[in-house]
């Protein structure tokens, strides 16, 4: 069966681990190595350079590859620090090209990380934010596990280093890339741990590393209205509102954090969300879900919702999952309903499921550690000989 470690049954670690320099800021690098003795604090910001291209444009995974670095102060960087990536538990490829790992980054917190081709300029990879998710959206997968902590920046940066190793997309390139958008679009409520959010997007963004534009980062929230101005201010990153409804009593039905943030306070915070622009506009995501807010006078409440607002809004067919309730809107609904939206003046693309079959689409991330592994369902599903 799947597993949840009993962490009180865990032996003991026999030494400290070292400190892993992979998921660090710039200003938090250059610290750790002056403290640790191993470069002098005149030469620090230099060093810390120096590193800093290796693991973010290059990869590495060895301080040994860092070949314009002495290579006495490479043994001395070995024996202080480590550079290992998180365990990769599970790889999934779905038959559409959707990529899917599980990843472990400390015993018991395990996350899923997606990479979609052919989103955005080449390809999206949907990260995650939180170990489970508290928000509880009905439709949501996601939302039926638990929060078990919010992730650091580094285990945030992991995955696309993970993701980036996979695709074999080092050093970073500048033209033809197959990974250039990310998305904040996985388990958890961004917002929630925005600290850790913004200072991995800056290790994403900068330009002597993993450079992915902050135009091509999209941080998605279901509407955690205080830290809308900050998330805007910090991280200049494009803003997504998981939205699925037009009215208060359904949206609290779908997305329980309307009955804190009602839609009137969201909407208000919205169009004062920096940089807001024809330039930069909103995305509005908007699940289809047969029979509950895919009628033809939902989609015209919607266009009178966000008039004003320069927005698209990406429609989304509903990904079943197991003991779900909901069923996916009929094609022609939906078809109806973005025709409506476009009369409105408003782009309105109907998202292509992807990674259905590997449980890796919108809406049906949940860690394997709170269900079975999927090589055992594999296993349970096989008659014996």
Not at 265 to 277: F, K, Q
């Amino acid at each position: 069966m799947g597993v949840t470690l009993d962490l009180s049954r865990a032996p003991p670690a026999s030494a400290p681990a070292k400190p892993n320099l992979t998921g660090l800021t710039r200003t938090e690098l250059q610290a750790v190595l002056v403290e640790a003795g191993v470069v002098r604090p005149e030469k620090a910001r230099m060093r810390a350079g120096q590193v800093w291209r290796w693991l973010h444009h290059y990869g590495v995974t060895d301080f040994s590859m860092m070949t314009d670095i002495a290579k006495e102060t490479r043994g001395q960087f070995a024996e202080a620090f480590s550079l290992d990536r998180p365990e990769v538990v599970e790889r999934q490829v779905s038959r559409d090209g959707t990529r899917k790992w599980l990843i472990r980054m400390a015993p018991g917190i395990e996350v899923e990380t997606v990479y979609i081709p052919d989103v955005g300029r080449a390809g999206a990879l949907c990260v995650s934010s939180q170990v489970g998710c508290t928000l509880n959206c009905t439709f949501c997968h996601t939302g039926t596990q638990a929060l078990v902590r919010n992730l650091t920046a580094a285990e945030i940066v992991a995955q696309v280093q993970l993701a980036r190793d996979d695709l074999g997309e080092w050093p970073s390139p500048k033209e033809d890339r197959r990974l250039s958008n990310i998305v904040f679009m996985g388990m958890g409520e961004p917002l929630y741990n925005l600290d850790n959010v913004a200072a991995a997007i800056d290790i994403i963004a900068d330009h002597e590393g993993i450079a992915i534009s902050r135009r091509r980062i999209t941080v998605s929230t279901s509407g955690v209205v205080p830290e809308l101005e900050a998330l805007g201010t910090r991280t200049q990153a494009m803003l997504a509102i998981s939205l699925h409804a037009t009215n208060d009593p359904l949206r609290e039905k779908l997305v329980p954090l309307n009955k804190k943030y009602p839609i009137a306070e969201l909407m208000a915070a919205i169009r004062a969300y920096p940089g807001l622009s024809n330039a930069k506009r909103v995305t509005f995501e908007y699940v289809m879900l047969k029979g509950v807010n895919d009628s033809p006078a939902d989609a015209k409440a919607l266009v009178q919702l966000l008039k004003g607002v320069p927005a698209k809004i990406n429609l989304i067919p509903f990904n079943p999952w197991p003991g779900s309730t909901y069923e996916c809107s009929d094609w022609g609904a939906i078809e109806t309903f973005a025709a409506i939206l476009n009369r409105g003046g408003y782009a309105s693309p109907i998202r292509t499921p992807r990674g259905r079959d590997i449980l890796a689409a919108c809406g049906q991330l949940k860690s394997e550690s709170e269900k079975l592994r999927a090589s055992a369902r594999r296993k349970a599903a096989t008659p014996s000989t």
